[in-house]
């Protein structure tokens, strides 16, 4: 991220929900009508009569990824729904423009922690508060993942580890370094037992070869301009005893093409690009 500026992966995560809550109601996949209100003016642009056209130089451009941050979110917030009964609270680690909060029902009446770094935490809660989306019971934590900081400020914001969590950890491990993933990891790990971990991570294979994948050079190559290069992956192969290691069981671990095709259907076997990404979900 550039300093003093909220995170630009953030926005166009944001600018892919507000997409998708366009489509018609039979078809769409997430309906994220907050979305919007995070864009800046050159995104918003993209989001009028003409937002079929954005849609298809997006895709055009790079390959699979609005696909597949559409896919995965739908995913997530499915996985939200079987699991949040199970929850005392929920903790969303790198948080940026997540909105499900305020956007799913499977949330109502849980508290919610918010944990991210202070540029793109600020914006939120400017948006959140020029829109009227206030929620009294989302406490907010602007931290560094980087800095170590993370269980020195949960612990002096009241996080009770003896609850049981749910923890959202959405398009974030990727732009860590394995210090700041693996001590996240067993602070989570420190939660009361059953507790729920969902994450997505990308396959480092890719960070080594980018030409594995196909239209990963691309998609490398725009993060680094905006300042958000992508440093980190693990092996799915290895990822059970990754996370076995620091206390945590696996459930499963489903990469883009898998997800895509479960919540496109047909169309998914046209979908190329970003295969690298996957979601895995763990429970301490």
């Excluded at 953030?10 to 907050?34: G, I, K």
């Excluded at 895709?59 to 079987?82: N, Q, S």
Aim: with cysteine.
């Amino acid at each position: 991220m550039r300093p003093g500026h909220a995170s630009r992966t953030a926005e166009h995560n944001a600018l892919f929900r507000a997409l998708e809550a366009r489509r018609p109601a039979a078809v769409r996949l997430v309906d994220d009508r907050l979305a919007d209100a995070f864009l800046s003016w050159r995104y918003r642009a993209l989001l009028g009569p003409w937002r079929d056209g954005s849609t298809w130089i997006i895709d055009r451009r790079w390959p699979g990824v609005r696909t597949t941050v559409v896919a995965r979110t739908r995913l997530i917030d499915d996985t939200i729904g079987d699991v949040a009964g199970d929850c005392a609270q929920v903790v969303v680690l790198g948080a940026g423009f997540d909105t499900r909060a305020w956007r799913l029902a499977s949330l109502a009446g849980v508290p919610v922690v918010e944990v991210d770094h202070p540029d793109t935490q600020r914006r939120k809660r400017h948006v959140l508060g020029r829109v009227g989306a206030g929620r009294a019971d989302v406490a907010f934590i602007p931290t560094d993942f980087h800095l170590g900081r993370l269980s020195v400020a949960m612990d002096a914001a009241g996080y009770d580890a003896g609850r049981s969590t749910l923890f959202l950890w959405e398009g974030t491990t990727n732009y860590l370094d394995a210090g700041a993933v693996d001590a996240t990891l067993r602070w989570c790990a420190r939660a009361a037992a059953g507790s729920h971990l969902v994450f997505t991570y990308i396959d480092r294979a890719v960070l080594a070869d980018p030409t594995r994948y196909e239209g990963a050079a691309r998609v490398l190559a725009t993060v680094q301009r905006v300042g958000e290069r992508m440093t980190f992956g693990l092996a799915p192969d290895g990822l059970a005893g990754h996370l076995d290691e620091r206390g945590l069981r696996l459930v499963s671990d489903t990469g883009a093409a898998a997800f895509r095709a479960r919540y496109y259907g047909e169309a998914a076997r046209a979908m190329r690009g970003h295969e690298f990404y996957r979601v895995a979900h763990a429970r301490v």
